[in-house]
């Protein structure tokens, strides 16, 4: 079955850090297209980082510089650094897969894990 | 950036009524506009991509249209279940850009 798992949220202060965890079964997070979008409490979605197949990663303006994207080939999993941590960030992270085939969307997505950035 | 601006926000109608939620990009994307629905307290769930082509395994109630700036969802007979907000976004281009959201809730 192609699942997608969340993990690491949490409660955490401004100015500190968090890592989020995405595990993929039923297919390979190397070849494929991987996003993290968010939802603060009552808003919309918001894209916030995509991870390329071949590497190359980019950034919502509201996170770059703060946020990294990563994954690790060898446990299928892709990762969300998240520093500088603001209020503003408090919201459900999702992973999402895009397959390579430029017209295909976000297809599958995890359950979400919650970050609430709070003093 | 390109800017994703749905209408209406919200709505209501009647089981059975065909509902229609626009989408415009503020700039052309072709056809790389997709349409999500996201029931409340579930992940979002994708409708339609390339936009007009059906997700396996959606309904055929759900239908999409357009090309360039001007996009539209259409439930052509609205059913309780598909109480939800609906979201379009490009992906040509970064960001990834969603809309704002429509609301759908039934009369």
């Known amino acids: 079955e192609v699942q997608l798992v969340e993990s690491g949220g949490g409660l955490v202060q401004p100015g500190g850090s968090l890592r989020l965890s995405c595990a993929a079964s039923?297919?390979?997070?190397?070849?494929?297209?991987m996003s993290w979008v968010r939802q603060a409490p009552g808003k919309g979605l918001e894209w916030v980082s995509i991870?390329?197949?071949?590497?190359?990663?980019y950034y919502a303006d509201s996170v770059k510089g703060r946020f990294t994207i990563s994954r690790d080939n060898s446990k299928n999993t892709l990762y969300l650094q998240m520093n500088s941590l603001r209020v503003e960030d408090t919201a459900v992270y999702y992973c999402?897969?895009?397959?390579?085939?430029?017209?295909?969307?976000?297809?599958?997505w995890g359950q979400g894990t919650t970050v609430t950035v709070s003093s | 950036d390109i800017q994703m601006t749905q209408s209406p926000s919200s709505l209501s109608a009647s089981v059975g009524d065909r509902v229609t939620i626009t989408c415009r990009a503020s700039q052309g994307i072709s056809n790389y506009l997709a349409w999500y629905q996201q029931k409340p307290g579930r992940v979002p769930k994708l409708l339609i991509y390339?936009?007009?082509t059906l997700q396996s395994g959606v309904p055929s109630r759900f239908s999409g249209s357009g090309s360039g700036t001007d996009f539209t969802l259409t439930i052509s007979s609205l059913q309780p279940e598909d109480v939800a907000t609906y979201y379009c976004q490009k992906y040509n281009s970064r960001p990834w850009t969603f809309g704002q959201g429509t609301k759908v809730e039934i009369k």
């Open positions: 039923g297919f390979t997070v190397s070849s494929n297209y």
């Open positions: 991870l390329y197949s071949g590497g190359t990663t």
């Open positions: 999402a897969r895009k397959d390579i085939v430029p017209y295909y969307a976000m297809d599958v």
């Open positions: 390339a936009a007009s």
